[in-house]
Each structure stands twice: as C-alpha cells, then as structure tokens.
C-alpha cells in the first residue's frame, strides 16, 4: 500500500490493537462513534500505560506497527513531549495512550457515551 492509499478503517483498528497488545497496553477500549453526528471520528481507541515510558512505548508500538503494515503515519500527534496522554489521529480513527490519572480525570468513555463502547481483553 502506498502513502496516498487509504486503509480500510477495519484493517488499521486491527493492526492499532495488535501494536497495544505487544505492548501491554491496560484497560483497552474502542468507541464506535460513526453513529453520532458531530463526531470527529469513526472511532475511539483509548487504553493507559502505567508510565510514562510505557505510554511512549505504546505510542512508538503503534506509528511503527501501522508505518509498517500500511504505510502510513498518523497526520497529528500531540503530548509526546511529556507522554501524560498521547493523542495519535489518524484521521478516521483517533488513539488515545493515557496514564491511569489523565484517563480518569478526562473520562472519554462518558463524554462519548452516545458511541458504542467495546472493551478489549487484556489476556488478548
């Protein structure tokens, strides 16, 4: 795939979990936002690392994992400098790697409530 094709939203959400997975990214969650109509996405992905480092670490997980399976990079990425909460837009799907404290205090999962929540295993 080149850099001006377009991954199936599927196919990236896949490989963008997979690349938590390896990392051991906890308490994965995507929303399914492409019901709500202000939406700015299709989807949500949301998980926390229990670090800094190992928020940096996931972030670096998923821009190499998709770089390398689709080549592709997100077209923003924001909060790298302290790696509190890396948001990571790759325009149709939305990343977002939080320390446990940011994830609790901005609670995306209520403010998005209207979207169809699914939780992914961490044993995965």
Same mark, same amino acid.
């Given at each position: 795939?080149? %850099? +001006? %094709?377009?991954? =199936?939203?599927?196919?990236? $959400?896949? &490989?963008?979990?997979?690349?938590?997975? %390896? *990392? *051991?990214? *906890?308490?994965?969650? +995507?929303? !399914? $936002? =492409? %019901?709500?109509?202000?939406?700015?996405? !299709?989807?949500?992905?949301?998980?926390?690392?229990?670090? +800094?480092?190992?928020?940096?670490?996931?972030?670096?997980?998923?821009?190499?994992?998709?770089?390398?399976?689709?080549?592709?990079?997100? @077209? @923003?990425?924001?909060?790298?400098?302290?790696?509190?909460?890396?948001l990571m837009d790759?325009? !149709?799907?939305?990343?977002? &790697?939080?320390?446990?404290?940011?994830?609790?205090?901005?609670? $995306?999962?209520?403010?998005?409530?209207?979207?169809v929540l699914s =939780?992914?295993?961490? !044993?995965?």
């Amino acid at each position: 795939m080149t %850099e +001006t %094709e377009e991954a =199936r939203p599927g196919e990236m $959400l896949g &490989i963008i979990l997979d690349a938590l997975k %390896e *990392k *051991k990214g *906890k308490n994965i969650v +995507t929303i !399914d $936002l =492409r %019901e709500i109509g202000n939406a700015i996405c !299709d989807h949500f992905v949301i998980c926390q690392g229990n670090s +800094t480092t190992q928020v940096d670490a996931l972030s670096d997980s998923v821009h190499r994992k998709v770089k390398k399976e689709l080549n592709t990079a997100a @077209h @923003h990425v924001e909060g790298k400098n302290n790696s509190l909460w890396v948001l990571m837009d790759y325009s !149709d799907i939305v990343v977002h &790697i939080f320390l446990d404290e940011q994830r609790t205090f901005y609670n $995306l999962e209520d403010v998005w409530a209207d979207g169809v929540l699914s =939780r992914i295993d961490d !044993d995965l």
